[in-house]
Each structure stands twice: as structure tokens, then as C-alpha cells.
């Protein structure tokens, strides 16, 4: 089945440094998308890129569709506490998404 | 836009019984919905696609008659899970996708299940 490989599985940063992580998969998708989950929440959207090469933000955050749409990466600006919680990368085939294993950030103050 | 809900929130029950969790799309129509597994530190897993007016396409391992899902309208797909044993307890979580973006999802707040 596909799979994506999400990392780093998990950061611990200073507040406002800036956070990088990233999927690769060895099949193609459609659509990336940028999730995070908060506990005990269900997955909030971030970002979506619909096009191979596109780069998109949403405020302090950066993400890119990668040009052979095998990966994509996520980007956090200038970190603070409230950006805690689980990053999941996402690639979708069809309708179907896949999920990667997800990337646990702490963030110190 | 876009906000999807699910009920109960949590739910804690004894072994043998039955629960019904509802997902529902509040402020747009849902053709497909979605049901995820979510187990402790591991990621989403998806258990089933639901299309309203027709009968669920569950992912591999996953038993059709455990899990029981109903989408009768384009804005409510509910999931019950059948003589539920101590190994059911999971995060379960539903999507509907928004066609107008691409059919990208958007998840409900999920639903705690314990079987005791």
C-alpha cells in the first residue's frame, strides 16, 4: 500500500525559532495537505496544495507541493507555545488520503 | 465554513453492547464521509468511505459487521460499532470532503470510545 515518510518524528524547540518538517513517498499524489491535531481533538487543516511546485502560507506557516509530487514540506515561522501538538502530512489519491506517522512538536518558552 | 461535529464526544461502555457515534456537517452538503481509527501516539487509519444514499466501502481488515455505517443524508453518517469489545477502544474520527476545494476533508473533534 502507499506509505509516507514523515520527519522528524519529534522537535523540541526554543520559541521563535523556526520549524521545518517534511513527507516523501514513493508514489505520486494529487493533492498535499498539512494537518494538526491538538490532543484529544480531531485534525484541524492547515494548509492544502493542489499543484505540483506550488508553495503556499497561511500565516506563519510555508508549505510546498513538491515538483515531482512525491513530498512535500512544512514550514513554522518564528515558533510560540500555542504551536504544540501533531503534524500529519497527508498525500491524497483520488478521494483517499494517506496519512503520515506524524511529527510530535514541543516548544520550550 | 466547513465545520464538521460528532456526538458523542466520549463514551464509556461495557462489553457486548452497542454505540452509535454521529458525524455531521454543519454548514455544507457532504456527498462522501469518511471513518478513521486513531489508537494512542499512531496515526490515522482509515476504517471505511460513505456515500450518502448507498452502502459503505470499507478498507481491508476492517469487518463490515462490526462496523456498522448508515449516511442517510448529505449531512449525517453514523457509525456504530457493533458488540464492542475492550480492543475497540480508539479515537474514532469522521470526515466530509468539500468538493467546491478539491475534495479536500475536514475532520470532526472525534469521539472517545471505552469498552470496559
Known amino acids: 500500500g502507499q506509505q509516507l515518510n514523515q520527519s522528524p518524528q519529534s522537535m523540541f524547540i526554543q520559541e521563535g525559532e523556526d520549524v521545518s518538517m517534511n513527507c516523501t513517498s514513493s508514489s505520486i499524489f494529487n493533492t498535499w495537505l498539512w494537518y494538526k491535531q491538538d490532543p484529544g481533538e480531531g485534525p484541524v487543516l492547515l494548509i492544502a496544495l493542489y499543484k505540483a511546485g506550488e508553495l503556499t502560507s497561511n500565516g506563519r506557516l510555508t508549505a510546498q507541493f513538491g515538483i515531482t509530487r512525491k513530498d512535500s514540506f512544512l514550514n513554522i515561522s518564528a515558533s510560540i507555545p500555542s504551536d504544540v501538538g501533531i503534524y500529519f502530512c497527508a498525500g491524497q489519491y483520488g478521494n483517499k488520503l494517506v496519512f503520515g506517522a506524524g511529527t510530535i512538536l514541543r516548544v520550550k518558552s | ?116
Not at chain 2, 18 to 39: G, H, N, P
Open chain 2, 1 to 116: 465554513g466547513a465545520v464538521v461535529s460528532q456526538h458523542p464526544s466520549w463514551v464509556i461502555c461495557k462489553s457486548g453492547t452497542s454505540v452509535k457515534i454521529e458525524c455531521r456537517s454543519l454548514d455544507f452538503q457532504a456527498t462522501t464521509m469518511f471513518w478513521y481509527r486513531q489508537f494512542p501516539k499512531q496515526s490515522l487509519m482509515l476504517m471505511a468511505t460513505s456515500n450518502e444514499g448507498s452502502k459503505a466501502t470499507y478498507e481491508q481488515g476492517v469487518e463490515k459487521d462490526k462496523f456498522l455505517i448508515n449516511h442517510a443524508s448529505l449531512t449525517l453518517s453514523t457509525l456504530t460499532v457493533t458488540s464492542a469489545h475492550p480492543e475497540d477502544s480508539s479515537f474514532y474520527i469522521c470526515s466530509a470532503d468539500l468538493r467546491d476545494r478539491g475534495d479536500t476533508q475536514y475532520f470532526g473533534p472525534g469521539t472517545r470510545l471505552t469498552v470496559l
